[in-house]
């Protein structure tokens, strides 16, 4: 029985010397980093050091170039994803809440739901040959996103665009769960949230982990995810300057002030 | 419990009410040929056909621009190749509608297809520029066809045929042209709110967003664009056979902006702006032209009036109304535009 305890869990995304340059500037130099299935991974540092951009290079929204020590790679789900475009790579099962939200505003709160929805049932392509952990991952529809963010329900008919900073990041939660991703990344989903609604997207995201999904979380503050994340990435100036689990972070307050504000 | 059962009871109300004036809008219109013959007007009969017409146009471009966010200002190109897809085989003696259809349906499905894949390899300006390009290439090319007209255009002496019926007969044409933009119509609101609709509108905004919710965004917006080519072609049948003529006219940039400003004036992506734009417009045009010689100048100056007050189409002029006069304020949260 504790034979299956020791064998490292499968990993779900995997970056391997991702370089990115932006216009001459060098954005990413040679990241590598890896997210295990079910497993909650922090990705932290200041702003301007290459966060959002990596997101992006993993959405193939932004073209990765080789490095110096050779082909930046990007893996999901064991397939290279790194020359694919935006829309397969969601199909694969990677769910996006991006930086400002970014909802549809012209769409109702509903159909911002359901246009995500369309994704279901293909957003895992071998569903049934996939981990166990991805294989029970609930399946997200719109009775389940309503009955975690009861608001949108309340607020189904009314314009996106109406809706409040916190309601619209609940928006961009449950929409990108409308797609069943298998990954879910989510960028500074916090930033200008009043701190109750911080609160409760924590606790969903909490929630999330705890039924198996695995997260990808970028921020600027630690304090909050020091006690939920397993893994830690620190980025300064599009590196990799820092890795490891909460309790090491805990016992390095130096790398708190490297790259992290609030912590 | 009550006040919610109150609530939709009165919303039901309201719907059936709204169906039954639309019904009865239907009903009044398809009795429009009626009229004519007992007020002796066939005049107005070619006017309303005029305005149906263009409207299934307009209904078409509403397709792209209102809900896809791409602005054509090559839509004309499609009018042309419908009107040039019937005065071409009847200057040839091929006077059956079916294959005129035939013909139409397939040119411009081709040629949006190609044209299309092309200019949506851009968006904003770039989009807007490729299109009156492609529109203005093909101007040229039936101002150089001498054997068909050139610039002086094609004469049609006979309508397109459908069995008995030809439509070179006003009231036959009419018909069938309101029976296409009902169904037009209707087809458009429910491509609005169907999964398409939304891939449409929301990548309107924000194309990367829509994508990386799995959506190939390219291919919708192919596909919108290649269905608003066919629609146009079909008014573009109908339009040649209302003038019994063709001509490279049909096809030129400003043939294209009337059809933007009907859209634009009705209330870009709302289901029945377009058609509410076509009445306007012509209405309005027919109006002036009558009273005065500077009725352009007129014209432009009600455009301008509506662009100023803040709406974004008569539609929208129209909800505002309909909130003041019911002296109620306006409903939060109502969908963009």
Same mark, same amino acid.
Not at chain 1, 110 to 139: C, K
Not at chain 1, 170 to 197: F, H, K, Q, S, Y
């Given at each position: ?11 779900? $995304? ?250 | ?14 719907? &059936? ?168 119509? $209707? ?90 734009? *076509? ?11 009558? &009273? ?19 709406? &974004? ?6 909800? *505002? ?17």
């Amino acid at each position: 029985m504790t034979v299956s305890n020791e064998i490292p869990p499968p990993k779900l $995304l995997r970056l391997e010397n991702v370089t990115l340059r932006l216009d001459q500037a060098l954005v990413l130099d040679g990241v590598s980093l890896h997210v295990d299935e079910g497993e909650m991974v922090t990705l932290l540092g200041r702003n301007g050091m290459g966060k959002t951009s990596l997101v992006q290079a993993i959405m193939g929204i932004r073209r990765v170039q080789p490095s110096q020590d050779g082909q930046s790679q990007i893996w999901f789900a064991e397939q290279e994803i790194t020359r694919l475009p935006t829309h397969v790579i969601a199909k694969l099962g990677i769910g996006l809440v991006p930086e400002q939200r970014q909802i549809f505003p012209n769409l109702t709160v509903r159909e911002n739901l359901q246009v995500a929805a369309r994704v279901v049932g293909a957003a895992r392509p071998g569903r049934e040959n996939a981990p166990s952990e991805a294989a029970s991952l609930p399946i997200w529809d719109l009775a389940r996103v309503e009955e975690i963010f009861p608001i949108l329900r309340d607020r189904a008919r009314q314009s996106a665009a109406s809706l409040s900073g916190g309601e619209q990041q609940m928006l961009a939660i449950a929409r990108a769960l409308m797609t069943n991703p298998r990954l879910l990344i989510l960028d500074e989903v916090c930033e200008g949230i009043a701190p109750i609604i911080r609160q409760q997207i924590w606790q969903c995201l909490t929630a999330l982990r705890q039924m198996g999904m695995a997260l990808l979380v970028i921020d600027k503050n630690i304090a909050d995810l020091l006690d939920r994340a397993d893994r830690h990435y620190i980025l300064q100036k599009g590196q990799v300057v820092w890795q490891g689990n909460s309790q090491e972070l805990r016992s390095h307050p130096e790398m708190l002030e490297w790259g992290v504000a609030g912590g | 419990m009550s006040k919610i059962f109150y609530r939709s009871k009165n919303a039901a109300f309201a719907q &059936t009410k709204l169906g039954a004036i639309l019904l009865l809008l239907i009903l009044l219109a398809a009795c429009l040929p009626l009229f004519t013959q007992w007020g002796d007007a066939p005049f107005v009969l070619r006017f309303a056909s005029r305005v149906v017409i263009l409207a299934l146009a307009a209904t078409a471009l509403n397709l792209i621009m209102g809900f896809g966010g791409l602005v054509s200002f090559g839509q004309a190109l499609f009018l042309g190749l419908g009107a040039y897809g019937v005065a071409i085989p009847s200057h040839l003696g091929f006077e059956n509608g079916f294959l005129h259809l035939a013909l139409v349906m397939l040119a411009s499905g081709v040629v949006g297809a190609m044209t299309g894949m092309i200019a949506l390899r851009t968006s904003g300006l770039g989009f807007i520029m490729i299109s009156l390009a492609f529109a203005e290439m093909f101007y040229y090319l039936f101002v150089g066809m001498k054997n068909f007209g050139g610039d002086d255009g094609l004469s049609i002496l006979a309508g397109s045929r459908f069995f008995a019926a030809t439509l070179a007969n006003q009231t036959f044409l009419y018909l069938m042209a309101l029976a296409i933009l009902l169904v037009a119509l $209707l087809a458009c609101h429910l491509l609005k709110n169907a999964r398409f609709g939304m891939v449409l509108r929301g990548a309107a905004m924000n194309k990367m967003r829509m994508a990386s919710l799995g959506y190939d965004v390219r291919r919708y917006q192919i596909l919108a664009y290649v269905i608003a080519a066919m629609v146009t072609g079909i008014a573009g049948m109908l339009y040649a056979n209302l003038m019994l003529y063709a001509a490279p006219s049909y096809l030129a940039w400003p043939m294209s902006g009337n059809l933007i400003m009907m859209v634009v004036i009705g209330g870009l992506g709302t289901s029945i702006g377009p058609l509410l734009g *076509a009445i306007l417009l012509l209405l309005g045009e027919e109006i002036l032209q009558r &009273t005065t010689e500077h009725w352009m100048f007129w014209l432009g100056a009600m455009i301008l009036a509506l662009a100023l007050s803040g709406k &974004t189409g008569l539609i929208d002029v129209m909800t *505002a109304w309909r909130a003041i006069w019911q002296k109620a304020p306006l409903r939060l949260g109502q969908p963009g535009k």
